[in-house]
């Protein structure tokens, strides 16, 4: 699909993409096809607008739990709506306290004859500001539990976040759920399932979409920072002949392409049903967004005052590289888990 990175940049600086881009996405069949297909959708989308592809991820955030964990009747409501655009979907896990730590979520879900009562603080949800429908973690009967909390309930209180430091057209916003009723059918899996399923499957599959935007990111700023050095002269000599900036493009490709490559291993491990299939994600993440951040770094550095201009795309995803190794689990937490992963393998050949 064709998106301008001009308009992307107005985007950011207005604070937020316009909603008709939403249809526009639903009709390439955003959330369909393989895990490579959609991992290659979500690259392109987020070489010109992490926002954008943010709102692909939240889409598959929830899609991807309703199809694992809906019930029938949830999934033929659902789905079909979230593929076409109809609804806009926000996953409202994050609170005041509970960050890396969703063991400490404290909204309640009280339940009734026949329906639940829902009231918490959720803190930065994408697309939060124009969502349908959340999907809220939340404690129920002491046990964690997830449900559908529709915005246009009573009770559901919208607070735009603005010039956060990066993804500032993603509508961001804080949600204050106010003894918010539902009925008991907006319930997602019994309670006790709602961290380790259902929010667990719907992480793993914004690790897996993240990482491939961040490709996408890394790939954009090398090409705008290789443009730039081969049209730049500075006293008769093109940028490229630098033997330091050619360096630095070196490096960035093969930064570049490793990214790429961990992101296909995580794409096959998804189509192969594979064992290792969720410390695949994490790597991919862990690579790419560490990539994104590096790559977009040296383009600002090659680019100079183009690099750090308004309407700079590098400069621009400079800023949301920080947050793409902050979001579905931060780079050290994401070490951790690598980490574990290895050592399980080694006590098994051992």
């Not at 996408?216 to 002949?241: I, K, W, Y």
């Not at 570049?256 to 969720?278: E, F, H, K, P, Y």
Request: glycine content about 8%.
């Amino acid at each position: 699909m064709e998106l301008d990175p001009a308009e992307a940049a107005r985007w950011d600086l207005s604070g937020g993409f316009p909603l008709h881009v939403v249809k526009q996405l639903a009709s390439h069949d955003w959330l369909g096809g393989t895990p490579l297909a959609l991992g290659e959708f979500c690259a392109q989308v987020g070489g010109v607008c992490s926002s954008l592809r943010g709102l692909v991820t939240v889409q598959a955030m929830v899609s991807a739990a309703l199809s694992r964990w809906g019930t029938s009747a949830q999934r033929s409501h659902w789905l079909p709506r979230l593929a076409a655009g109809e609804e806009i979907a926000g996953f409202a896990a994050t609170e005041p306290s509970a960050g890396t730590d969703l063991t400490a979520v404290t909204t309640t879900i009280e339940p009734g004859p026949d329906s639940l009562t829902v009231s918490g603080d959720k803190r930065w949800v994408t697309c939060g500001g124009i969502a349908t429908v959340l999907l809220v973690l939340g404690v129920l009967d002491g046990k964690p539990a997830t449900v559908l909390v529709e915005t246009d309930r009573p009770g559901v209180h919208l607070d735009p976040v603005q010039d956060q430091l990066g993804m500032r057209a993603a509508h961001i916003a804080h949600v204050r759920i106010d003894k918010v009723r539902v009925p008991r059918s907006n319930l997602i899996a019994p309670p006790g399932f709602g961290l380790s399923h259902v929010v667990a499957t719907a992480l793993d599959h914004g690790r897996f979409t993240v990482a491939w935007g961040c490709v996408g990111m890394a790939e954009a700023c090398l090409r705008d920072a290789a443009e730039h050095a081969t049209s730049r002269v500075q006293a008769s000599v093109p940028l490229s002949d630098h033997q330091l900036v050619r360096s630095m493009l070196a490096r960035a490709a093969v930064d570049t392409d490793n990214a790429r490559l961990s992101c296909t291993a995580a794409a096959q491990s998804r189509m192969d049903g594979s064992a290792d299939v969720i410390a695949r994600t994490v790597m991919a993440k862990y690579t790419a967004s560490r990539v994104a951040a590096a790559v977009s770094a040296d383009a600002v550095q090659i680019l100079g005052s183009a690099g750090i201009a308004p309407d700079s795309r590098a400069g621009r995803f400079y800023r949301d590289a920080k947050v793409m190794q902050i979001i579905e689990g931060a780079d050290q937490v994401s070490e951790l888990h690598i980490a574990d992963h290895v050592l399980r393998k080694h006590r098994r050949r051992t």
